[in-house]
Each structure stands twice: as C-alpha cells, then as structure tokens.
C-alpha cells in the first residue's frame, strides 16, 4: 500500500539526520550560501489522518507550500503510516521561489515525518526537535481522528498558537471537542465562507435592520455534501445578523441537497404573510442569485462572489 509520505516530494533520509543535513543546505559558503532568503515567520505543522488519500495529502501539502511562498514558514509533515509496527521515516524538501518582481526570493523547507501510532510518545518530541523555537507554532489538522487529537493537548498542541481544521472534509464535528482554549481554534470552512459574508452583508446592510428582522419565521441553509461546513457558518452567521441567536420562536434547519443539483449553497429566510429573501450559489459559476420582495416587488440581482484560493483560506484562519 503506499503510503503517505511516499507520494511527498522531498530527499529521504534518517530521521535524525535531518536536522544536520538542513544546516548544511542554508549555510553553503560566502558566495552562495541561501540563509539571506530563508526568513521564516513561523512553523506550520500539516497534520495528516489514516483516511487521507495520497491524492488529497499531495493536493494539500501543495497548498501549504503556496501558503510558505507568501508566509516564510517552516513546514512540518506529519504522515501517519497505514499499519503499525513500521520505524519513523523522514525527507527533506526545499525550494526557492523568484518574486513577481524578479529581484525578490522567498525559500522555504519541508519536514516530512512517517510515523505508526506506537511512535506517538516520541512524535512530540520529534516535532519539537525540527520546530523552529522561537516562532509561532500553527497546526492544520487534516482528518485525524478525535481520539487522537484529545490526547494532543497536553503536549503536541499545547505551545500551539493557532488550530486549524476543515468540518466540510472532516467526519466528526471537530469543532465541538473539549478543546483547552476553543478561541485558538478556527475552521477553515468559516474562512472559506468570507466573500459570501462581504457580499451578502454588504446588500443587507442597505436594507433597515427592522425590515430583515420583523416577522421573522424560518431560515432555512441548503447545501451539497462538500459544503457542509460553509453551511453551518453560514446559520450561524445568518442568526447572529439578524439577531435571533437565542430566538426559538424562528426555526432554523440545515438542508442537504439533491445528488443531481447543480447549486453548492444557498439560504432562505421566509417571513409571516408571504416575504421572503432567497440566495443562491452555483456550482460551476462565481455568479451568485439573491431574490427577495421585502418592498412588495420581488428582485432578482445577481451578485459575484470571487471564491477565495485555499492559500488565502488558510492566511484567512490563522492571522484573522
């Protein structure tokens, strides 16, 4: 079976290695030593499940690396073997970026760790051997399991500074683990959410608070599977606007689409004697569709929503 680290790009060595060999690749001599466009900014530790395909992990750990060309980070692979009893394997992955400008370089390295589940007492200290010690720590879960992140708390995440996952992709509500600070946590399916806030909220806002929010009676978010996550921010956020939070008078539910629908995530808020605001999103276009008849004459305004790359998703979540 091939494993996660297999399918990584990077030069495989002994683990304890790796820590030598990345001294000797920044250092060089007087004339071409590469440490004046190595200046990382924090670590960022991509934390993969068991369920993670290799085509998934690939397809993320590129999206970290993205993220490193505007971020200088230290990146740290955790890759968790598909059976146990195998000995931690590592490789080494390096590369320099050339500016938009062409005279500005960015380099960034990755640490890639293969590990069976009887590593886990020697995985934190592993971890904290390769971090960089005086940056910030930030954690990107990628299907790990609940059992195991629970027992990360007191060690692997606790100098963390941030704690990302993605509840569309994840299979538990992450979310609602007894986590030791809930405030460091942040999930990027909210993130994701953000030009779907700003447009929206940008339209109500020229809309008066009493004319959204009286007579209020249902609001109802639709979504396909994939979306789940954007879905639930999107409720939320939806309550918190309008300001029902708290309100059990107005009912809220979560709809799960057709199979065959060609809409990825929609809302709508339905009002006592027949208002209502309905909004729509496509699957296949970055136009949206928001109808309502608030004034008694209904519209129908088309609304482009630019949906953010998933290397400003994750800046999104860890700095704001």
């Known amino acids: 079976m091939t494993e996660l680290i297999d399918v990584l790009p990077g030069i495989q060595l002994p ?3 790796v820590s030598e060999e990345l001294s000797k690749m920044w250092g060089g001599n007087k004339d071409n030593a590469l440490s004046e466009f190595r200046a990382s900014q924090m670590n960022l530790v991509l934390h993969f499940g068991r369920t993670v395909s290799p085509e998934e992990a690939k397809e993320r750990f590129e ?3 993205r993220f490193a060309q505007r971020y200088p980070s230290r990146i740290i692979v955790l890759c968790p073997f598909s059976e146990d009893n195998q000995a931690m394997q590592a490789k080494l992955f390096s590369q320099c970026f050339i500016g938009d400008s062409h005279r500005e370089m960015c380099c960034c390295e990755a640490l890639i760790l293969g590990f069976s589940s ?3 007492g020697f995985l934190f200290n592993q971890v904290s051997v390769w971090l960089e010690s005086d940056l910030p720590i930030y954690h990107w879960f990628s299907e790990v399991r609940s059992e195991r992140v629970v027992k990360y708390f007191d060690h692997l995440l606790k100098r963390v500074h941030r704690i990302v996952f993605d509840s569309s992709i994840e299979s538990y509500p992450i979310r609602d683990l007894p986590w030791p600070n809930p405030k460091r946590v942040v999930d990027l399916a909210r993130a994701r959410l953000l030009p ?3 447009a929206i909220g940008q339209y109500f806002s020229g809309i008066s ?7 209020l009676e249902s609001i109802k978010v639709s979504y396909a599977p994939n979306r789940k996550g954007e879905a639930f921010h999107l409720m939320q956020w939806l309550l918190h606007c309008l300001k029902c939070d708290g309100d059990k008078s107005v009912n809220s539910k979560l709809i799960e689409f057709e199979p065959k629908a060609n809409e990825s995530l929609g809302f709508e808020i339905e009002y006592s004697h027949g208002p209502f605001i309905k909004w729509t999103q496509l699957d296949s276009s970055s136009i949206s569709h928001l109808r309502h008849n608030l004034d008694g004459v ?7 929503i630019k949906p953010m790359l998933p290397e400003q998703v994750l800046s999104e979540a860890f700095y704001f």
């Open 15 to 17: 683990v304890g290695a």
């Open 118 to 120: 009887e590593d886990n």
């Open 209 to 215: 608070f009493e004319l959204l929010s009286k007579n």
């Open 196 to 198: 779907v806030r700003q």
């Open 63 to 65: 999206i970290a690396v």
């Open 298 to 304: 209904e519209k129908d305004l088309p609304i482009r």
